[in-house]
């Protein structure tokens, strides 16, 4: 199994700090030690006075596949429903494992005051998805191909990474009651404007440019949406973009982000506790194990 620092890369380019995720053979899936690893980065940008812009950037057909479903441990029963488990010791480790990891990982994302920047190279699942719903600015390189999808209904989970207050807030509430309900992709199409913002790529003339080959497509468009981002800033006196970040996302909006956080990994707790989600994961893994044989 690959360290965090194998699949995750970073760079300085200064007004940027580039975070790039390398693992396109499990479509960027993410275990608690990868997400935690690019908190450890989002401090190394902020710490850094040269760096204005935090980007996250990919490699391969997805953004991120969100959680790694290797990285469960398995489960003991699933059951629909909640059997109420009061065992201290799983409660213990269910906090350590599951509530404690999920909010600070949640938390570092709202509380990043760099400009956060999101270049989708592709779909965005889960708690992966959510974090792009956390960013200032997002591009996609192909809208038509890009989507957002947060199965947290279907393994057993409950809304993760503030996205009870992002999607409502971004999609609308009815439409958001029913792509989180229901797990449906949230496509590109359908957040164009609101949340992805148009870049001067043209994709089709980047496929044509770089003989379909699908690789060098995400490695020019990743390069091509730095230089954009390098022009765009060309003018501007970059310590004025922070102070306007504190004011776009003030102490009002923080807050009420923190709460939800609060109020979704407790909602979440329950479900590890009794075992759901790990036999959900465990599910999913064995019908991708039972597709490759
Ligand atoms: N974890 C591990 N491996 C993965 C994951 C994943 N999440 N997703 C894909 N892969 C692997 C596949 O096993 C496959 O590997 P191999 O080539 O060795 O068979 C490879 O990536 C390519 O995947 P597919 O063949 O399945 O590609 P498709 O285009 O057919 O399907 C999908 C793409 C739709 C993304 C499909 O792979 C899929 O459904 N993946 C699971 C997505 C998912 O449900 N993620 C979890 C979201 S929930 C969440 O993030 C909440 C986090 C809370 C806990 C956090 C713990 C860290």
């Known amino acids: 199994m690959k360290t965090s620092q194998e699949k995750i ?16 053979d499990t479509l960027n899936a993410m275990t608690y030690d990868d997400y935690i690893y690019v908190t450890t980065l989002l401090e190394l940008s902020s710490g850094n006075p040269d760096c204005y812009f935090t980007v996250l950037e990919s490699s391969g057909r997805f953004f991120s596949s969100g959680a790694d479903f290797n990285s469960i441990p398995p489960n003991v029963k699933d059951k629909n429903g909640i059997k109420q488990n009061l065992d201290p010791k799983v409660i213990q480790k269910w906090l350590e494992n599951f509530l404690c990891k999920n909010q600070y990982i949640t938390q570092s994302f709202i509380r990043h005051d760099k400009i956060l920047i999101a270049c989708l190279n592709g779909p965005a699942i889960g708690l992966s998805a959510a974090i792009i719903l956390l960013c200032d600015l997002v591009y996609a390189m192909n809208v038509e191909e890009t989507y957002l999808q947060f199965p947290f209904s279907t393994l057993g989970l ?136």
């Open 9 to 24: 890369a970073y760079k300085v380019e200064p007004p940027f700090f580039i975070i790039q995720f390398q693992s396109p």
């Open 158 to 293: 409950s809304n993760e990474g503030a996205v009870s207050w992002t999607l409502p807030n971004k999609l609308g509430r009815n439409k958001s009651f029913e792509k989180l309900l229901f797990a449906q992709k949230v496509y590109g199409y359908e957040i164009q404007g609101s949340v992805l913002l148009k870049s001067a790529i043209d994709y089709h003339q980047l496929e044509v440019n770089c003989n379909h080959d699908k690789s060098k497509i995400v490695q020019t468009f990743n390069e091509l949406m730095i230089e954009e981002l390098r022009q765009k800033c060309k003018n501007i006196f970059l310590p004025t973009v922070l102070k306007m970040k504190a004011l776009l996302k003030d102490e009002s909006l923080t807050s009420q982000l923190e709460l939800i956080n609060t109020k979704e990994v407790n909602s979440g707790l329950p479900f590890w506790v009794n075992g759901i989600p790990q036999g959900r994961f465990q599910v999913l893994k064995n019908l991708k194990k039972a597709a490759r044989e």
